[in-house]
């Protein structure tokens, strides 16, 4: 655990992210639990504006006495004023608050301007791994809006810097397969969406939302089945092939998923040779976004370390997709992503 001394000297990107993943070191006054943070987590720069704060209450951090309350929760406050205390404590209880603030100015890429764009896109990805985890955890309608927030600010970072293409493509290979899967092909989905021509950001935060969300429905799979090292038995793939209908009946009811993104993560495993499932419907029927985020699972998956295969290239995983399975795939949907990545096979 970082020590109140090594607090000082973390940049504000630093210190979100311990806070954001409850790393912040806490200590007991009287029986009373208190996180220990530095005010420059609520800060880039001195000035006379007031700066977005927590509803919490603030106390002042003290090596040898007990802390002393000098911000009350319904109190705005100066940055100038912030800025003199270099480390400040609020109540353990309100670790989710601060954990809150934290994970909205990480995935709010305008407060961080002054963060190289590398930095900012890598810290956005960590954070969008970690709320999968809780969505994953926990399907809840909660947990699928703050899934919307992630998506919202991968399509910020396409729109604002189309030059985050490669990297961001770069980026959804290099992580270990399990949630970071997810993340992984809302990414493809979200840049194959574009180089296709979608340019409207809601429809984008739609169609990142069906890569994000595409593999909900395994949470209500048996564990058993989806860690199982060997090939599936017949009626654990009967159970398997049930995801995407259980996916469907998780978000169907939801407000904020459009019914676009319900229908792709209802559709995603139907193919042009209608031999796919749940449905085997015509693939004139398929949604378009549906047939994306099918082709950026997959591709997604071939470049991703997993736990019974290695990653191949991109080269390596088109050439696959062309000669062993291109019967699931659109073919001109993967021309395009093979254009994305840099030229021909």
């Not at 220990?36 to 603030?58: N, R, W």
């Not at 985890?133 to 699928?144: A, G, K, T, V, Y």
Request: aromatic residues 8%.
């Amino acid at each position: 655990m970082i020590t109140p001394v090594q607090l000082k000297m973390l940049t504000r990107q630093e210190a979100l992210e311990l806070a954001f993943t409850e790393q912040l070191p806490q200590q007991t006054y009287n029986g009373q639990d208190y996180l220990i943070l530095p005010s420059q987590l609520f800060y880039e720069a001195i000035g006379i504006t007031m700066p977005e704060l927590p509803e919490v209450d603030f106390y002042s951090y003290e090596t040898d006495s007990d802390p002393e309350l000098f911000r009350e929760k319904s109190e705005g406050f100066s940055l100038l004023a912030l800025s003199n205390q270099e480390l400040l404590c609020v109540r353990a209880a309100d670790v989710k608050a601060i954990k809150s603030y934290a994970e909205s100015q990480l995935l709010d890429l305008s407060t961080t301007t002054k963060v190289p764009p590398e930095q900012r896109i890598a810290t956005l990805r960590r954070t969008a791994v970690l709320v999968m985890d809780d969505l994953f955890n926990d399907p809840s309608p909660e947990n699928i809006s703050r899934s919307s927030k992630v998506v919202g600010s991968f399509v910020y970072v396409i729109m604002k810097d189309p030059s985050a293409y490669l990297f961001l493509a770069k980026l959804s290979s290099h992580d270990p397969y399990t949630l970071q899967h997810s993340v992984g092909t809302a990414v493809n989905s979200i840049i194959l969406g574009r180089k296709i021509g979608i340019t409207d950001e809601t429809e984008l935060t739609e169609l990142g939302m069906a890569g994000l969300l595409h593999d909900i429905g395994k949470t209500k799979i048996d564990s058993a089945i989806i860690n199982k090292e060997g090939p599936l038995n017949d009626d654990e793939w009967v159970e398997m092939k049930k995801h995407p209908q259980y996916g469907y009946e998780l978000v169907k009811d939801h407000p904020e998923i459009a019914e676009s993104t319900k229908r792709a993560i209802l559709e995603h495993h139907e193919q042009p040779d209608q031999k796919g499932y749940p449905k085997q419907i015509p693939y004139d029927q398929v949604h378009l976004f549906a047939k994306i985020v099918c082709l950026s699972d997959i591709f997604n998956a071939l470049i991703t370390d997993r736990p019974y295969s290695k990653a191949i290239s991109p080269f390596e995983a088109f050439k696959l997709i062309k000669l062993k399975i291109s019967h699931k795939v659109d073919p001109e949907l993967l021309n395009t992503l093979i254009r994305v990545y840099g030229g021909d096979i």
